[in-house]
């Protein structure tokens, strides 16, 4: 009888004790990691002006930090000259203010997604360097300016190089000179000291890239020029770039005194037949359905391989807590991920934690569970 209640009691205390570690264990993705770093989305214009709802419930219930997917782009918020947009750009930051997310500024100077005029005069004539130093400077210091102190990190630069290291043949390149960098940097400094200035890219987890990345960061910072984060943009395949070269990357640039963003995770299961890994958004590659091969669902093997995949990132992420500014997912749910369109459009893909209904995926918990890793 004795022995009876004694079992009895004995699994009572283990049920109240696993009752009491659920509810203990953290469920949301900002809770897991409150202590190593935010936990950022990019968002699109339904999440920032409010018609996606369900977008917007997870994004406030889970995230504490986003990023801008096209809203601050050139062409978006000024696609004529003298004519700036900053329709949906306020409210992004209205928004971030209004939740007290950590508010990335995405991106000053890129190739991609600038108005073709950015690089001429009136009369179609290319722009000399003065010129177009002037255009930059002009448009960084509106820019910036408008939300200094709202904005807390910027992309200043994004994807200067190729993937040998050296520098992109950009018409940033080509009419300025290799110090439009170092001039972009010190634009937006002079527009808000206090942000946090980034070079963002891809790839930059393979050697010549990233030889060429750190290159680039020591000449800056012998230059006196105030660059704080490097950001990985991590748009992943399924086995490449590994969690070790995640974890020697972050290693790499940490040592050069900079903090680490994790700026554009997702992980694309889709085939990229004859490339490798990239993010170069001009890609195009033909329509195949065969290209397209979980069109009606995903095989809960492929489920538990990105699952696996994003515990094994999540743990060098967490190790590396006081290296790293944030991890940003380029999206809130697959439905919303640029994967599905590019480099073919209209696949359906599965790269991000949550679901095309909004649900967590396998890998959302695994990521949950890899905040508990050291
Ligand atoms: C992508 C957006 O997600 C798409 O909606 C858009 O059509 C193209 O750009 N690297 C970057 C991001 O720095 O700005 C890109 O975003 C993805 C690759």
New binding site residues.
């Given amino acids: 009888m004795l022995t009876k209640t004694l079992i009895f009691a004995q699994s009572a205390l283990i049920a109240a004790l696993a009752a009491s570690a659920a509810a203990q264990a953290p469920t949301t993705l900002k809770d897991a990691y409150k202590n190593d770093f935010p936990i950022g989305a990019?968002i699109?214009a339904a999440q920032i002006s409010g018609s996606d709802a369900r977008g917007d419930a997870i994004l406030k219930e889970q995230f504490n930090s986003i990023s801008p997917?096209?809203a601050l782009?050139w062409e978006r918020i000024h696609p004529q000259p003298g004519k700036y947009d900053f329709t949906l750009a306020d409210q992004y930051v209205a928004l971030g203010q209004e939740f007290h997310l950590f508010t990335v500024g995405?991106?000053l100077v890129?190739h991609?997604?600038v108005p073709g005029w950015v690089f001429r005069d009136d009369k179609g004539n290319l722009l000399g360097r003065e010129a177009l130093l002037a255009r930059l400077r002009e448009h960084i210091q509106t820019v910036v300016g408008r939300y200094k102190g709202k904005i807390q990190s910027w992309?200043v630069v994004?994807?200067a190089l190729n993937d040998d290291g050296t520098l992109r043949p950009s018409m940033w390149l080509k009419i300025i000179g290799p110090d439009y960098i170092e001039k972009a940097f010190a634009y937006a400094h002079e527009a808000d000291p206090a942000a946090q200035l980034t070079y963002?890219d891809?790839n930059i987890e393979f050697a010549a890239k990233q030889a060429g990345a750190i290159a680039l960061v020591k000449k800056l910072k012998a230059g006196g020029i105030p660059i704080a984060v490097v950001g990985i943009?991590a748009?992943l395949q399924p086995d490449s770039p590994t969690a070790e070269q995640e974890d020697a990357a972050i290693t790499a640039f940490a040592a050069l005194g900079v903090k680490v963003a994790i700026s554009?995770l997702d992980i694309n299961i889709l085939p990229l037949p004859g490339h490798g890994p990239t993010?170069d958004?001009t890609l195009k590659l033909a329509q195949d359905p065969a290209l397209n091969p979980y069109a009606k669902g995903l095989p809960e093997e492929a489920q538990q391989k990105i699952a696996d995949r994003y515990q094994a990132l999540f743990q060098v992420f967490a190790k590396h807590r006081a290296d790293l500014q944030r991890v940003t997912f380029?999206g809130i749910s697959d439905g919303d991920s640029?994967l599905n369109?590019?480099p073919i459009a209209g696949r359906t893909n599965y790269p991000l934690l949550f679901d095309r209904n909004g649900k967590t995926k396998p890998a959302f918990d695994t990521v949950i569970r890899a905040a508990a890793y050291n």
């Fill in positions: 990019a699109n997917e096209n782009k995405h991106c890129w991609n997604q992309d994004n994807e963002n891809y943009q748009h554009e993010a958004v380029w640029w369109d590019w």
